[in-house]
């Protein structure tokens, strides 16, 4: 009872701050774009079902139509086909959606290169600094992303090629899953791959090894400039989907300051 009255008291005089990580979902939100013959989610709408009139004189409601990966989400390992027999986003337990996180900052290599990849001695160095990945905890993956998010093409950043954004190497997504005991990864852009991963073998490391190692993923992160590199402390609020395989989420970090 003492700690959790310690914590209400910093969180009311403000010694605590809490910093809303979850960009604004809406019909401009980006989504995923794969190419054909792949399907793709729908993008984020409401459709009114009243607003204090006739249809309900009082009371202002809406329908959602919306994908599971849209916007500010979190992936479950039933997401991907290595993940198949693991968590539905329902099954995630609760104690797992409050966890520590660090912040690994490659914004400036992500401003030179659009298709810059976060490799192994990249992390090896930034613990060598900082000290050790959190045992259950976040790795959140900074490139400044986030400031290309209301811009859906900017934020895709596709051209005849395919995608071009930042992500990780192949060995580094197998790396994180099988060498460290994370609980998950987060990231600024719109899935936790790079944009030119769908050539990577196998495509989609960052899915394939960390999904399919009961590890969980973040994507369209906002704000992280704002949290220090350790120390902070991440609530994920994902949608309980009965056989989900992820939800929008609204993602907020607890910051001593």
């Known amino acids: 009872m003492a700690v959790l009255q310690d914590l209400l008291a910093a969180l009311r005089e403000r010694r605590i701050e809490v910093v809303d990580l979850t960009a604004p979902l809406h019909p401009g939100t980006p989504v995923l774009q794969l190419p054909p013959p792949f399907a793709n989610t729908i993008p984020f709408s409401l459709s009114e079902i009243s607003r204090y009139d006739e249809r309900g004189p009082a009371w202002y409601w809406n329908d959602i139509h919306t994908g599971e990966h849209t916007g500010t989400h979190f992936d479950a390992p039933v997401h991907w086909v290595t993940g198949r027999e693991g968590e539905d986003v329902s099954q995630v337990p609760a104690h797992k959606l409050v966890a520590p996180a660090v912040v690994l900052d490659f914004s400036a290599r992500a401003a030179a290169d659009p298709d810059f990849l976060l490799e192994v001695e990249h992390v090896q160095a930034w613990t060598a600094e900082h000290g050790p990945l959190p045992d259950g905890g976040w790795l959140l993956y900074r490139t400044g992303w986030d400031a290309r998010a209301e811009d859906a093409a900017a934020f895709l950043n596709a051209d005849e090629t395919g995608p071009h954004t930042p992500g990780m190497s192949v060995a ?46 973040l994507t369209q992160l906002q704000n992280l400039a704002t949290l220090p590199p350790t120390g902070a402390v991440l609530v994920a609020g994902p949608l309980p989907i009965v056989t989900g395989s992820g939800s929008p989420a609204r993602v907020l970090a607890l910051v001593e300051r």
Do not use: Q
């Open 172 to 217: 580094c997504a197998r790396w994180l899953a099988e060498e460290t005991a994370l609980l998950g990864v987060g990231v600024e852009t719109v899935g936790t791959d790079a944009g030119a991963a769908h050539g990577f073998e196998p495509p989609f490391p960052c899915h394939s090894f960390l999904l399919g190692a009961g590890k969980y993923g």
